[in-house]
């Protein structure tokens, strides 16, 4: 069995390969840029979608980023899919955002629709965000602050690698894991101690600014994402500040066996390893 693996390249899909990899899966990588090895896929050319599916019986499916209504855009690979006997079907979703909300909502039930055996993962924010590329990461290692509009609100953030091991179990484990998963790490924290941690961890001192919606949609506009989509991310904050992510759940643990690593682990792992958290 060949696994397509959308968004290939990113935070939970390079983790995804590996982990496919790991359990002598066959993998195929799409990218718009593809490298030796992985197949040219773009969302917005259907005509990209025949050759990557050719042959899969699963993928992972990360819906194009930064696009606030995905759904319309990801129709026509999903119709490809179900026509050439694709089984089963991993969205990559959010916990944010529930089945039939407007954005990945509504792909959640596009998905469940078409697909035979679905899965919908839906995440709490990636402990990923505070390493490598992410604004959060590069505001605290460049201006030593993390700038949210969450007040004290609390996230239970979880691992890519723990998403990563969830996907690789409903895309190749012997049976299909239909339904949705809230994934989470083992706590919530406040991103006042997110802060504390990497301060920790890395000794860098690293501080939390908390800010109204407008501010930090404003901020987001000017690091260059789209209008609709910043106000969308800094109305998620909102309701974080609200207490929404605030809970953690048992996901992780029932579908690999073991419990979701801590954010002090990934962050110093991280730090040790390629010393990308300083
Ligand atoms: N960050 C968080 O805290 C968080 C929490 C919950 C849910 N999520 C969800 O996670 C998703 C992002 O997942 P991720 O972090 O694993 O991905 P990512 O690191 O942002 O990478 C996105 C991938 O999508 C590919 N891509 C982007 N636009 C594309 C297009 N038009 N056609 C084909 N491929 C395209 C890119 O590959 P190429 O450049 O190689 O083409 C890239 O590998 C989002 O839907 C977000 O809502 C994020």
């Given at each position: 069995?060949?696994v397509l693996i959308t968004g290939g390249t990113g935070t939970t899909g390079s983790r995804v390969a590996a982990a496919l990899r790991g359990r002598?899966v066959a993998v195929r990588i799409a990218s718009r840029r593809p490298a030796a090895g992985q197949v040219?896929f773009?969302?917005?050319?259907?005509?990209?979608?025949?050759?990557?599916?050719?042959?899969?019986?699963?993928v992972y499916l990360v819906a194009?980023v930064?696009?606030?209504?995905?759904?319309?855009?990801?129709?026509?690979?999903?119709?490809?899919?179900?026509?050439?006997?694709?089984?089963?079907?991993v969205?990559l979703?959010?916990?944010?955002?529930?089945?039939?909300?407007?954005?990945?909502?509504?792909?959640?039930?596009?998905?469940?629709?078409?697909?035979?055996?679905?899965?919908?993962l839906?995440p709490?924010?990636f402990m990923q965000n505070?390493l490598g590329d992410h604004?959060?990461?590069?505001?605290?290692?460049?201006?030593?602050?993390?700038?949210?509009?969450?007040?004290?609100?609390?996230?239970?953030?979880v691992d890519a690698g723990d998403i990563a091991a969830v996907a690789a179990?409903?895309l190749s484990?012997?049976?299909?894991?239909?339904?949705?998963?809230?994934?989470?790490?083992?706590?919530?924290?406040?991103?006042?101690?997110?802060?504390?941690?990497?301060?920790?961890?890395?000794?860098?001192?690293?501080?939390?600014?908390?800010?109204?919606?407008?501010?930090?949609?404003?901020?987001?506009?000017?690091?260059?994402?789209?209008?609709?989509?910043?106000?969308?991310?800094?109305?998620?904050?909102?309701?974080?500040?609200?207490?929404?992510?605030?809970?953690?759940?048992?996901?992780?643990?029932?579908?690999?066996?073991?419990?979701?690593?801590?954010?002090?682990?990934v962050?110093?792992d991280a730090?040790?390893s390629a010393?990308v958290?300083?």
């Amino acid at each position: 069995m060949t696994v397509l693996i959308t968004g290939g390249t990113g935070t939970t899909g390079s983790r995804v390969a590996a982990a496919l990899r790991g359990r002598d899966v066959a993998v195929r990588i799409a990218s718009r840029r593809p490298a030796a090895g992985q197949v040219h896929f773009e969302w917005t050319d259907p005509a990209t979608h025949a050759a990557a599916l050719d042959g899969v019986r699963a993928v992972y499916l990360v819906a194009p980023v930064g696009v606030a209504d995905p759904a319309p855009i990801v129709a026509p690979f999903l119709d490809e899919a179900r026509e050439r006997g694709v089984r089963r079907v991993v969205l990559l979703s959010s916990s944010a955002v529930p089945e039939g909300a407007p954005g990945l909502g509504e792909l959640h039930r596009m998905v469940c629709a078409s697909a035979p055996e679905p899965t919908v993962l839906r995440p709490s924010w990636f402990m990923q965000n505070f390493l490598g590329d992410h604004p959060h990461a590069y505001s605290a290692r460049t201006e030593g602050e993390i700038v949210t509009a969450t007040g004290s609100g609390r996230v239970a953030f979880v691992d890519a690698g723990d998403i990563a091991a969830v996907a690789a179990q409903a895309l190749s484990g012997g049976e299909p894991h239909v339904g949705e998963y809230v994934l989470t790490g083992p706590e919530a924290l406040s991103y006042a101690e997110v802060a504390a941690v990497l301060t920790e961890v890395t000794g860098h001192p690293v501080g939390h600014r908390a800010v109204e919606v407008e501010e930090l949609t404003a901020r987001l506009v000017a690091a260059g994402y789209p209008s609709d989509f910043s106000a969308m991310l800094a109305g998620l904050d909102a309701d974080v500040a609200r207490g929404v992510e605030d809970r953690t759940t048992s996901a992780v643990q029932d579908v690999t066996g073991r419990p979701p690593r801590s954010l002090r682990e990934v962050v110093g792992d991280a730090h040790l390893s390629a010393g990308v958290a300083r």
